[in-house]
C-alpha cells in the first residue's frame, strides 16, 4: 500500500455540488497538507495542520474546507465546486522537522463542469 | 512572503545531453529540496540539502545547496528519456526551534527535443 493515499483519483463533478477530496497516511507523520496544481503550473497551498487540533489556511483556501479526523486522516472539501476548481489536487505529509521533506500522495484529477 | 524563482520554466533535452536547472531565493533557507513530478503523479523527492556549500549526487543527480543559503541547483548528466517530467526545488527555514513549511518553486518542465 502507498504511504499516503487519495481517493477517488479521478472525480467530475458539476457545478455547485459539494465534493470531499480524502487523504490517508502510513507514515505515522503529524504534519499534513493539501495542495493545488494547475495544468503547467506549480504548486499551491489550500490548507495544512500541524496536528489533530490544528489547521491553518494556506495561499488560496477560498471555496475550500478542510477536517483531519485523526492523524491519518485529512480531507479536503469544495463546498460548492465551480469550474475554475479544476485541477490536480495533492495531499502530503511531513514529520516535524520537515527535513526529509513532504510525502505527496498520487493525486486527485477533479473535473468540475 | 518567501518566493523561490526556479529557471528555466521549460526546456528540451536530447538524449545522452546534460542539463542544469537553478532556484533562488529572496530569503535563506537551511533546508533545500530537489523533487521531480512524472506526468499524472505526485512529486517525489530526488535530493535533500542541509548545509550551505553541500554537494549531493544521486546517481546520475547532482544538486548543491548554495552558499548564500538562497540559492541551490540541480544537474542531471548524460539524459535519457525518462528524465522527462517537471522538476520542482522547495525550501525551509525553522523559525524559534520549528520547521516552517516547504516553499516551492515553480518547476522546470523538461522535455524531449522533437
Known amino acids: 500500500d502507498a504511504d499516503v493515499t487519495q481517493t477517488p483519483r479521478n472525480r467530475i463533478t458539476k457545478t455547485g455540488k459539494r465534493i470531499m477530496l480524502e487523504c490517508s497516511q502510513t507514515?505515522?507523520?503529524?504534519?499534513m497538507y493539501w495542495y493545488r496544481q494547475d495544468p503547467g503550473l506549480g504548486l499551491q497551498l489550500i490548507y495544512y495542520?500541524?496536528?489533530?487540533?490544528?489547521?491553518n489556511k494556506g495561499e488560496i483556501s477560498d471555496g475550500y474546507s478542510v477536517s483531519r479526523q485523526a492523524q491519518a486522516k485529512f480531507s479536503l472539501s469544495l463546498e460548492s465546486a465551480i469550474p475554475n476548481q479544476t485541477a490536480l489536487y495533492f495531499c502530503?505529509?511531513?514529520?516535524?522537522?520537515?527535513?526529509?521533506?513532504?510525502?505527496f500522495g498520487s493525486g486527485t484529477r477533479l473535473t468540475v463542469v | 512572503g518567501q518566493q523561490l524563482n526556479q529557471s528555466p520554466q521549460s526546456m528540451f533535452i536530447q538524449e545522452g545531453e546534460d542539463v542544469s536547472m537553478n532556484c533562488t531565493s529572496s530569503?535563506?533557507?537551511?533546508?533545500w529540496l530537489w523533487y521531480k513530478q512524472d506526468p499524472g503523479e505526485g512529486p517525489v523527492l530526488l535530493i535533500a540539502?542541509?548545509?550551505?556549500?553541500e554537494l549531493t549526487s544521486n546517481g546520475r543527480l547532482t544538486a548543491q545547496f548554495g552558499i548564500t543559503r538562497k540559492d541551490s541547483f540541480l544537474n542531471i548528466s548524460a539524459s535519457i528519456p525518462s528524465d522527462v517530467g517537471i522538476y520542482f526545488c522547495?525550501?525551509?527555514?525553522?523559525?524559534?526551534?520549528?520547521?516552517?513549511?516547504?516553499?516551492f518553486g515553480k518547476g522546470t518542465k523538461l522535455s524531449v527535443k522533437p
Open positions: 502530503a505529509t511531513s514529520d516535524l522537522t520537515v527535513n526529509y521533506g513532504y510525502t
Open positions: 507514515k505515522g507523520h503529524d504534519r
Open positions: 495542520s500541524f496536528d489533530v487540533k490544528d489547521i
Open positions: 530569503s535563506i533557507f537551511n533546508t
Open positions: 540539502l542541509y548545509k550551505a556549500g
Open positions: 522547495a525550501g525551509s527555514m525553522n523559525y524559534g526551534g520549528s520547521q516552517g513549511n516547504l516553499i
